[in-house]
C-alpha cells in the first residue's frame, strides 16, 4: 500500500465531538491528501498538502482542518463531528502531484 | 468547472464478454488522465496514467486509451476477479489534486 499507513481504521464517535485521523507514510513524497467517499458522491477533496505547513482547501473542507507538521504525518481533525461527516475517508500521497496512491481508508461514524 | 463523468454506473458482463467504459473530462488542459482500480473495502489501486491524445497503455485485460475529450477503459474478455469499481480522474485547478468521476461498478459473473 505505497506506505501509508491510516489510523485508526474504524471509530465511531458522538456528535460534537472532535475527532481526528492520522495519516503517516514512509515514501517521503511532498504532496498528500485527504478525500472523502460517499455513496453517490464518488471521492471528493477535503484538504491536500504541497509540504510541511502547506496546506490547502479542497472541494469539501468546511467543518474540516489539517496540519502537516513533519513530511510523513498529515492530520485531518473535525473540529464539532456531525452526522454528515460520517463517511470513509482516505488518504493518498504523491511524489510531484501526479499519480497518486491510497491508503486503506478509515470509516468514521458519527452517532 | 473540471468535471470527470463516468459511464455507465454499473456494467454486468459475462466471463469473456468485452467492454469499454467511459471517462470524459472538460479539463482545460489537461495535464494527466488517471484510471484507479477499487475493491470494496480498500482505497483506489492506481492503473495508469495517460497523458497526451492517441496514447494507450496496457496491463493484462485493460487498456486505457485517450483521445481530446475523452479516455476509454477496455476489458478484454474478462475474468470475474476484474470485478471492481474503476475510478477516473484529472487534476484539478491547483493541479495538484486529482478530481475524480463517480465510478463505474463492473460485476464479471462466470
Known amino acids: 500500500d505505497a506506505g501509508i499507513t491510516q489510523s485508526p481504521r474504524h471509530k465511531v464517535t458522538e456528535t460534537g465531538t472532535p475527532v481526528t485521523l492520522r495519516c503517516h507514510q514512509t515514501?517521503?513524497?511532498?504532496?498528500m491528501y485527504w478525500y472523502r467517499q460517499d455513496p453517490g458522491h464518488g471521492l471528493r477533496l477535503i484538504h491536500y498538502?504541497?509540504?510541511?505547513?502547506?496546506?490547502d482547501k479542497g472541494e469539501v473542507s468546511d467543518g474540516y482542518s489539517v496540519s502537516r507538521s513533519k513530511t510523513e504525518d498529515f492530520l485531518l481533525t473535525l473540529e464539532s463531528a456531525t452526522s454528515s461527516q460520517t463517511s470513509v475517508y482516505f488518504c493518498?500521497?504523491?511524489?510531484?502531484?501526479?499519480?497518486?496512491?491510497f491508503g486503506q481508508g478509515t470509516r468514521l461514524t458519527v452517532v | 468547472e473540471d468535471q470527470v463523468t463516468q459511464s455507465p454506473e454499473a456494467l454486468r458482463l459475462q466471463e469473456g464478454e468485452s467492454s469499454s467504459l467511459n471517462c470524459s473530462y472538460t479539463v482545460s488542459g489537461l495535464r494527466g488522465l488517471f484510471w484507479y482500480r477499487q475493491d470494496p473495502g480498500k482505497g483506489p489501486e492506481f492503473l495508469f496514467t495517460l497523458y497526451s491524445a492517441g496514447e494507450e497503455k496496457e496491463k493484462e485485460r485493460l487498456k486505457a486509451t485517450l483521445t481530446k475529450k475523452e479516455s476509454f477503459l477496455h476489458i478484454t474478455a474478462p475474468k470475474p476477479e476484474d470485478s471492481a469499481t474503476y475510478l477516473c480522474a484529472a487534476p484539478g485547478d491547483s493541479g495538484y489534486a486529482l478530481n475524480f468521476g463517480k465510478g463505474t461498478s463492473l460485476l464479471v459473473t462466470p
Open positions: 498538502s504541497y509540504g510541511v505547513k502547506d496546506t
Open positions: 493518498a500521497i504523491s511524489a510531484q502531484g501526479t499519480e497518486a496512491f
Open positions: 515514501e517521503n513524497h511532498r504532496y
